[in-house]
Nanobody, 121 residues
Framework: VQLQAFGGGLVQAGGSLRVSCSAS????????MGWFRQAPGKEREFVSS???????YYADSVKGRFTISRDNAKNTVYLQMNSLKPEDTAVYYC????????????????WGKGTKVTVSS
């Protein structure tokens, strides 16, 4: 599975942005998918995940503002980000794992290259 994230950019605080992650391979629908982010000088952190059965989880910091979804027909997972804050500034990475996404990023099978999101105040 190869992952390609895109859709990052510069947005003002309070604005919205959607990042997407396209995956290669025929078994996309059987994988748990997720988003992590890494801000400058900080460790990578869990943002959100969606299982093959559409079970969804969010980090407390983004709950109510971000929405994860997937389109298995397009092999794509999305992260809609609303009410963005400067502290959301980070490189966002998508991840895929056959057995689901662990919040501590342990044992994840595949990572995509990140897409940078910058939120100006």
């Amino acid at each position: 599975v190869q992952l390609q994230a895109f859709g990052g950019g510069l947005v003002q605080a309070g604005g919205s942005l959607r990042v997407s992650c396209s995956a290669s391979g025929r078994t996309f629908s059987t994988y748990g998918m997720g988003w992590f982010r890494q801000a400058p000088g900080k460790e990578r952190e869990f943002v959100s995940s969606i299982g093959w059965n559409n079970n969804i989880y969010y980090a407390d910091s983004v709950k109510g503002r971000f929405t994860i979804s997937r389109d298995n027909a397009k092999n794509t997972v999305y992260l809609q980000m609303n009410s963005l804050k400067p502290e959301d500034t980070a490189v966002y990475y998508c991840a895929a794992d056959k057995y689901g996404i662990a919040r501590n990023a342990g044992g994840i099978d595949y990572w995509g290259k990140g897409t940078k999101v910058t939120v100006s105040s």
